[in-house]
């Protein structure tokens, strides 16, 4: 099929293209994001393949069908970003990459909330300079913590085990769906205000929903356990990055570590060195000595790269040849995928 590819990076256009030798498509790569200004480029390909900052709204998705477009590929798990509504009014199937490597970002998790806890991208910069003072150095131990895990998918439930089972965390977790297996090697499920008071870690695994969005605000902030580290490779928009500063900014949060953004659209995956950056909030962030943040890079592993040119491929070739779409995403099920692999850790 032909497919007009947006958002493409050189390591994108590197695995798609080595993955497409078993396939066949014709891939025409644009490195701009899809939006309004682009879609043209887009005019007369059956199929669009995106990514997790492009914002497919109706006016959009409208565009896209009256110029032919009648599938959006997307190379990510989480489908906030598209109006699956519209979508389906329009006539355009959506197919989604739902697990590609959760061990990616549940490693890269553990990565993060470890370099927080244990100040090593300060001690690095420190070193480099010939400082070996440890002076503000002091982090904690994990064993025996009481790390909150919100969301027990794929991603989190393999954060939840390796807190368990390799650290020797006390691990509370919250959601809807209880993971027999989890609660088998000692995860305790509780309500969400329960974790929120128990946790010195809080790590956020939910899809981004009207529900979950800013499930981490000034309220929740408040209720939380004095001094608690906050860790998040899911969304951005799960956490109010304005009552995040100020928790902050009082003591109330101890240290925070992000992947994600709820205004990353206007920055991640570029290179901003030159410019000006125009959000405050963003930059206030960055002052802090105990924030941490990394450009939505949990996924970009080689092995996850490989995995998420594979399923899209395929999901487009099922569609060229009209064959049941196993990884579609329908508006209706949005509040059913997350119980789409109840085994978790796929
Ligand atoms: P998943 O669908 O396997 O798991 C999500 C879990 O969240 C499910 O168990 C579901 O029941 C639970 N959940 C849903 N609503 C909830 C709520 N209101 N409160 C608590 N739990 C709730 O998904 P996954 O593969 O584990 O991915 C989790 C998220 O990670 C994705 O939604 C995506 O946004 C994010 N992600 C980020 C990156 C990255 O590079 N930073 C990469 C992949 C995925």
Known sequence: MRVAVFSTKPYDRQ???ETNAAFGHELVYFEPKLDLTTAPLADGFPAVC????????RDLLAHLAAAG???VALRCAGFNNIDLV??????IDVVRVPAYSPHAVAEFTVA??????????RAWARVRDNNFSLDGLIGSDLFGKTVGVVGTGRIGGLVARCLKLGFGCRVLAFDQWHDPALVEIGI????LAEVLVEADILTLHCPLTPETHHLVNAATIEKARPGFMLVNTSRGALIDAEALVEGLKSGKVGGVALD??????DLFFEDLSNEIIQDDVFQRLLTFPNVLVTGHQAFLTADALRAISETTLHNIA?????EVLENIVVAESVSAAPRDNPQGGK
């Open 15 to 17: 695995y798609l293209s």
């Open 112 to 121: 993060l909330l470890l370099a927080l806890d244990r100040r090593i991208p």
């Open 69 to 71: 477009t009648r599938l």
């Open 188 to 191: 305790e499920y509780r309500p």
């Open 50 to 57: 995106v990514f997790v900052n492009d914002k497919l709204d």
């Open 318 to 322: 099922a569609a060229e040849k009209g």
């Open 86 to 91: 519209a979508a389906g009014e329009l006539g």
């Open 260 to 265: 994600v953004y709820e205004q990353e659209a």
